[in-house]
């Protein structure tokens, strides 16, 4: 299934600025079942300068200023998206995570699959661990 996405922001100041600097996080992500076919990004007043980066959890940033005098900020953000669900692991199948020991899931945390990585963000050591 494709999907045709459109965002729009649009800020009015209540006096012009002559300077601002912004990010933006409105790229989709492509993973296992999802691709972005198209993706278009349109700010004005055109930026003066404009960077991307992906962050920790694979979203694409956007970091742009406008260093000109200006009294309202539009950014439309445009994507078309293919799902396609038959690729999604169904986990309601899968008994390996819920029979898991306290020390296999640790040792797996070790490990640097992306899988992994996608997890190692809500580990936090702790005390009290059993």
Request: proline share 4%; with cysteine; net charge neutral.
């Amino acid at each position: 299934m494709v999907f045709q996405l459109s965002h729009t922001t649009s800020y009015k100041y209540g006096n012009g600025v002559t300077f601002c600097h912004n990010i933006a996080t409105l790229k989709p992500r492509d993973f296992l079942g999802q691709t972005i076919l198209s993706y278009d990004l349109e700010i004005s007043p055109k930026p003066t300068e404009i960077s991307e980066r992906t962050d920790f959890f694979g979203n694409t940033i956007t970091r742009f200023s406008i260093q000109q005098y200006h009294k309202e900020l539009k950014v439309i953000a445009k994507s078309k998206v293919l799902r396609d669900y038959t690729l999604a692991p169904d986990i309601h199948k899968s008994e390996s995570g819920l029979t898991i020991t306290l020390d296999e899931a640790k040792k797996e945390l070790k490990s640097i699959s992306p899988e992994i990585l996608e997890v190692k963000q809500f580990l936090l050591e702790s005390n009290f661990n059993c």
